[in-house]
């Protein structure tokens, strides 16, 4: 038998280190070959990492939330034959049981003592009876949030003592009826790893360089419902279904045809901006894993129906855990929406080193002034931030109008030229 120690592999181009989030096995357990044995975070996705051999466990090379260096030892593996390295660690010892003779004895039985006094009970209170209890214990009972009523009394004519308070305390403020009154002081350690940690880097990077500026313009959207639903309707079962989402980017695509200094990255590192021809959109879509960022590659060059199944698919593999590196990378303006639990308003923050993020907030109905009466018409907020030291205030205001004529008059997002 021999050690094989297995490296951590280069999972991503010009990555030197990798974060340790997540292990499959542990010592002593038996892997084959291609089995996975531990996810590992880049900067920009997660990587599992499967066995190159098959053997025992013996070793692990790092604890959750560690940085490891691209080769470094991930995992030491018992294998048949030689292996790669000398075999140093040592099996786990294993502890004889005791012969019978050395076994301890059982202790002896308690000595008899006096039977402890039986606690005194609770007298019932009739529902709306003032509860019983000295200036102190109420004192105590403010400063400890409980409420008197709740607690039952062992004093003469139901009291409620010190003693009384310690109980329900200790027994967690539960009474007869499952009701909870106590204060809860649990607290539950959460460690800040993996994707949660590169979501928290991205956007304190994002809040601390970009100086944001953020306009929030009201569109009236009932055109566009009418014909994203007759158009569903059209081409049920044939193709992709519209979302508003490939509308919008439909409308960012014409509207940085006019502003291209909006589909913009900026090296502020370098001083350089640089000006994208092609309109990569990234989608921020919540996972189980936290926040991604799939980006729609070349959106100018597909159709409203292209960009909606490319949108569907991304958000699948990015919520299934299958999405692919390049899925997350190069995105050149971003769209974020919380959708049906979006609030009236949003102050998006920018993905960085992107200059521009489209916010779209909650649809509703609203009555709207049409110069002699209140409408209903359904409305939405556009929250669109900018990073103000590249983007004036006044482009950024054209922007966000030119994206309300094009939602509103939605004949024009196919109108070429």
Not at 278 to 299: F, S
Not at 399 to 412: D, H, N, S
Request: contains cysteine; hydrophobic residues 40%; negative net charge.
């Amino acid at each position: 038998m021999g050690v094989f120690a297995m490296r951590l592999p280069d999972v991503g181009e010009g990555i030197a280190e990798a974060e340790l989030t997540e292990w499959h096995v542990k010592p002593g357990d038996l892997v084959r070959e291609d089995d996975i044995l531990a996810a590992v975070m880049t900067d920009k996705a997660a990587v599992e990492v499967p066995s190159s051999v098959s053997g025992k466990v013996l070793e692990l090379g790092g604890e959750i939330g560690q940085m490891l260096a691209i080769g470094s030892v991930l995992i030491r593996i018992e294998v048949e034959g030689e292996g790669n390295e000398a075999k140093t660690t040592a099996e786990p010892a294993q502890t004889p049981p005791k012969p019978v003779s050395e076994e301890t004895p059982p202790s002896p039985e308690p000595a008899p003592s006096a039977q402890p006094v039986a606690a005194a009970k609770p007298i019932p209170r009739t529902n709306g009876t003032k509860p019983l209890a000295a200036p102190s214990v109420r004192a105590r009972a403010r400063e400890e949030g409980i409420d008197l009523r709740q607690v039952p009394g062992t004093g003469p004519a139901g009291r409620i003592s010190h003693g009384d308070l310690d109980n329900w305390i200790a027994s967690g403020g539960i009474q007869q009826g499952g009701v909870t009154r106590g204060r809860n002081t649990g607290v539950e350690e959460v460690r800040v790893i993996g994707m949660r940690r590169k979501i928290a880097e991205k956007m304190a990077l994002s809040k601390r360089q970009i100086p944001h500026i953020t306009i929030v313009e009201e569109v009236e959207m009932s055109a566009l419902e009418d014909l994203r639903a007759a158009l569903n309707e059209k081409h049920a079962g044939e193709r992709a279904k519209l979302t508003l989402l490939p509308f919008l980017i439909r409308a960012i695509v014409e509207a940085v045809r006019e502003q291209p200094g909006l589909n913009a990255r900026f090296d502020d590192e370098a001083g350089v901006i640089y000006h994208h021809g092609g309109v990569h959109v990234g989608i921020a879509t919540q996972t189980p894993q936290g926040l991604n960022v799939p980006v729609v590659h070349h959106a100018e060059a597909g159709s409203l129906w292209d960009n909606a199944s490319e949108v569907a698919r991304l958000a699948e593999a990015a919520r299934d855990g299958s999405i692919k590196r390049e899925d997350l990378t190069g995105g050149t303006i971003t769209i974020t929406s919380l959708g049906p639990l979006g609030a009236l308003v949003t102050t998006p923050i920018i993905n960085h080193p992107e200059v521009a993020i489209v916010g779209v907030n909650k649809m509703q109905i609203r009555p709207v002034w049409d110069g002699q009466q209140f409408q209903p018409r359904k409305m939405m907020n556009l929250s669109c931030s900018f990073d103000h030291r590249v983007v004036d205030g006044w482009d950024a205001a054209v922007f966000v109008q030119k994206l309300k004529t094009l939602l509103e008059t939605p004949a024009m997002l196919f109108v070429e030229g």
